[in-house]
């Protein structure tokens, strides 16, 4: 059975940094794509970041571009956010989710995971900025 499992949030001023760390248990993780989400109180659901299984096609919310990187260890099993210059719009419960596709992924189909999600979930971390 797979299952994702989220660490390294907590609550950090704003301009700062944090690194998110998702490890997937039951299945390679090179099998997989990876995504993080989030949910802030009383707003829907974001795709942050998403990264294909092979690691050569990432994609990045606007809200995010140029403070985030997303990457992957499929030796290690983990698909890692790190999150710099951070904003307080930036709290919200962050999730990671995976997705398995036959066959080649693609900018599209990326994009549309961070759109949808994945079919896997883990249970999230909150990220708290604010001073």
């Known amino acids: 059975q797979l299952k994702l499992v989220e660490s390294g949030g907590g609550l950090v001023q704003p301009g700062g940094s944090l690194r998110l760390s998702c490890a997937l248990s039951g299945f390679p993780l090179d099998s997989y794509a990876i995504g993080w989400f989030r949910q802030a109180p009383g707003k829907e659901r974001e795709g942050v970041s998403c990264i294909s299984s092979s690691d050569d096609i990432t994609y990045y919310a606007d809200s995010v571009k140029g403070r985030f990187s997303i990457s992957r260890d499929n030796a290690k099993n983990t698909v890692d956010l790190q999150m710099n210059s951070l904003k307080p719009e930036d709290t919200a419960v962050y999730y990671c989710?995976?997705?398995?596709?036959?066959?080649?992924?693609?900018?599209?189909?990326?994009?549309?995971?961070?759109?949808?999600?994945?079919?896997?979930w883990g249970q999230g971390t909150q990220v708290t900025v604010s001073s």
């Open positions: 989710s995976a997705d398995f596709k036959l066959g080649e992924w693609s900018y599209h189909t990326i994009q549309a995971m961070c759109d949808m999600g994945g079919a896997h």
